[in-house]
């Protein structure tokens, strides 16, 4: 199976910069989801990376090391609708997706 | 395009009785999964449909759970009958394309609570 580690919860100030980090041991790789998940709503999409480096899109950044098994997404200029349960997801080749149990972000004013 | 849509977005039963979640997906997505999120776990994959065809059902925990996606159009997935373990959040995502990477498109779940 596949084990996906990221933090339970992260706290941090509006304006500040949150890195959220995932760990990944995974067979048959085939790329890397960032979602966002606000309570009761459905995970949205934020990122995929499937080779490494950066992926940058406005105030979210996504890297991705695939020899280290390792993400992290990044959260510049945070506002306080930016609080919500931050997941990461690793697809495999049979296209399923694995979840990590979610990171949840509160900003505080 | 309209999203995801599921329903009933909660549904509280007692052990035993049956349930039917529905979910549609965006028109045009060939591909449709289920996943499942239990209390403090994580979000975990049950199955996925190709048009009408079950792909792959490998997630599916036991035969009380029944999947159909008749047409290829909504899906319903039953569980019948329903034990206190399958209480969770029942999430519906669906693709256009295998390998698309913006392609999933996730509902926004049926909580379903068993008593």
């Known amino acids: 199976g596949q084990n996906i580690d990221q933090p339970t919860e992260m706290t941090a100030t509006e304006g500040a910069i949150v890195q959220i980090n995932c760990t990944y041991q995974t067979s048959g790789f085939n790329g890397l989801f960032w979602y966002q998940q606000h309570a009761g709503e459905a995970p949205t999409f934020l990122s995929y990376?499937?080779?490494?480096g950066l992926e940058e899109k406005g105030r979210f950044s996504s890297f991705l090391s695939r020899s280290k098994g390792y993400s992290y997404l990044l959260l510049k200029e945070l506002q306080m609708k930016d609080s919500a349960s931050y997941l990461c997801?690793?697809?495999?080749?049979?296209?399923?997706?694995?979840f990590g149990a979610g990171t949840t972000v509160t900003v505080r004013a | 395009e309209a999203g995801v849509t599921q329903f009933p977005s909660h549904s509280v039963i007692e052990k035993g009785q049956t349930v039917t979640l529905r979910c549609d997906p965006i028109s045009g997505h060939d591909n449709l999964y289920w996943y499942r999120r239990v209390m403090g776990k994580e979000i975990k994959f049950l199955l996925h449909?190709?048009?009408?065809?079950?792909?792959?059902e490998s997630g599916m925990p036991n035969n009380r759970f029944l999947a159909e996606r008749t047409g290829g159009t909504y899906s319903t997935l039953k569980v019948q009958p329903a034990e206190l373990e399958d209480s969770g959040v029942y999430f519906c995502?669906?693709?256009?394309?295998?390998?698309?990477?913006?392609?999933?498109?996730f509902g926004s779940g049926t909580r379903l609570t068993v008593v």
């Open positions: 997801a690793v697809r495999t080749n049979d296209y399923k997706l694995s």
């Open positions: 990376n499937v080779l490494d």
């Open positions: 449909f190709v048009k009408e065809s079950k792909q792959d």
């Open positions: 995502a669906s693709s256009q394309e295998f390998g698309q990477a913006y392609g999933y498109t």
